[in-house]
């Protein structure tokens, strides 16, 4: 596609639901990357991509937190009886193979869990 | 600790004048530094990339400058327009993990007529 896309673009779960939030990368980009913005707070990293692999999961903050990516595109980052430390902006970036490329994100997911 | 700090934290400027950001890093070893522009409820944008041996990079009325001996960056915006009006992030990549790609808090910055 032209650009990262995600969705939903919102979501307002109940505390304790699960929730799964979707990433289409940009066509051909091998590296894959998932962030936390929490509101008015910097981008926090989650997990890394390079191809259907994650290298680098350091960054999930519980185990409630997951993520796949199949098929070397999109990407899924399920989150498990969610809490409402949750909320946040869940931002999706690729890029074509590494760090040292340019980095490219999506417009984001918005959680809101009440 | 890998660091990125920036500063300031907000500025409101008036339309057409000029300002700088800061960006102070302490992450090492060093790999690259870009500038994004975050306009709000939006994902973040690339301005600039620099690498260890580019002092200054532009980009329209953005200018970025890296001194990686004192592992500071700045970036200029020159005759400022309402639609500046955004958070600027500082990102910079050390070698290794893809962890290793620290960001700061941002600029948060309005333009007003």
């Known amino acids: 596609g032209a650009g990262v896309s995600q969705s939903p673009s919102n979501k307002v779960t109940e505390k304790g639901k699960d929730v799964e939030l979707r990433c289409d990368p940009i066509s051909g980009h091998t590296a894959l990357y998932w962030y936390r913005q929490s509101l008015g707070q910097g981008l926090e990293f989650l997990i890394y991509?390079?191809?259907?692999?994650?290298?680098?999961k350091s960054g999930l903050p519980s185990d409630r937190f997951s993520a796949e990516r199949t098929g070397g595109s999109v990407s899924t980052l399920t989150i498990q009886r969610t809490q409402q430390e949750d909320s946040a902006v869940y931002l999706c970036?690729?890029?074509?193979?590494?760090?040292?490329?340019?980095?490219?994100f999506g417009e984001g997911s918005w959680l809101t869990v009440v | 600790k890998n660091q990125v700090e920036q500063s300031p934290q907000s500025l409101i400027i008036l339309e057409g004048k000029n300002c700088t950001l800061q960006c102070n890093y302490t992450v090492s070893p060093f790999s690259n530094l870009r500038w994004y522009k975050q306009d709000t409820g939006r994902g973040p944008v690339s301005l600039t990339i620099?690498?260890?041996?580019?002092n200054t990079k532009s980009n329209g009325r953005y200018t970025a400058t890296l001194d990686a001996d004192t592992k500071q960056s700045s970036l200029h915006i020159t005759a400022s327009q309402l639609s500046d009006s955004a958070s600027y992030i500082c990102?910079?990549?050390?070698?290794?993990?893809?962890?290793?790609?620290?960001f700061g808090s941002g600029t948060r910055l309005s333009i007003r007529p």
């Open positions: 990102v910079v990549s050390a070698l290794g993990s893809a962890s290793k790609i620290i």
């Open positions: 620099m690498t260890f041996s580019e």
């Open positions: 970036a690729s890029s074509l193979a590494s760090r040292e490329d340019t980095i490219y």
């Open positions: 991509f390079q191809g259907n692999s994650a290298p680098d």
